[in-house]
């Protein structure tokens, strides 16, 4: 276990991961309770259009990414706001839009493409000094915005019209709920994958819901999961040899099994006595 820690690559991973993990399942609690699943694969696979874009410019796509992110999280809120065009509607318009975009200018570029295919599946060798900076700027960014704007955030999910007669406006902090999800979802491609990324965002959360006796409650679970999911889902895949983004993946799915399981069980029991 020590050997492991001694590798630079695995200590950036980690880092990483934990730190992405610790937004992801705090943003899932609202993004679940919400009902908007779809937005976190949307975002992912939306992010390949600048990706691709930055690689056949030549220019480094992590923050191209994350620009590109930002603008079609404002593009979504926009056409939410301004049209009477639902949200799932807005999503999949937009997104599947950048998605085609990606692999037509992916098509532009001949040969294999690594970074591209890192992207694609995620590769904790892949990230390196330069991604792990971004990563602890924009994570301590928007830890701090969360835990500033924690109880508006709450308001308005579950009390909109409340919230809006409060004093409190409900599209600005929609406008930054979305901003933060683009960036978070965008900075954890690399680690697991434009393909399975959006389960990071959801999966915790969608296990920590099933019981956590409170909201507090649920955001503590979810977050404690979350990192958890990723920290077992590294070391599985280096011991293993596997793919990280998989390994990550299928140990969420897995903890949310059993738990599902286990409180089936435990209905079960308390009906039989």
Known sequence: MLE?????????????GILISLILGWLGTFIVSRKMSFIGDGIAHASLGGIALAVLVGIAPLPTALIFGILLACILFTIEQKTNIGTDSAIGIIFTSSLALG?????????????????????ILAISTHDLVITLVISTIALIALSIWNN????????????????????????????????SIILSVKLVGVILVSALLITP?????????SFAAFQKIAITLACMTTCIGLLMS??????????????????????LLGKKMKMIYDKQS
């Open 152 to 183: 508006k955030l709450i308001f308005i999910t579950f009390d909109k019209d409340g919230a809006y007669l409060s004093g409190i406006s409900p599209a600005r902090y929609d406008l930054a709920l979305y901003i933060l999800t683009a960036l």
């Open 205 to 213: 959360s969608a296990t920590a819901k099933l019981i956590a006796p």
């Open 4 to 16: 492991l820690f001694s590798y630079p690559f695995m200590q950036r991973a980690l880092l990483s």
């Open 103 to 123: 692999i037509m200018l992916i098509s532009l570029h001949q040969g294999y493409q690594p970074e591209l295919i890192s992207y694609l599946f995620g590769n």
């Open 238 to 259: 280096y011991y293993l040899d596997l793919p990280s983004g998989a390994a990550i993946i299928l140990t969420g799915s897995f903890i949310f099994t059993l738990t």
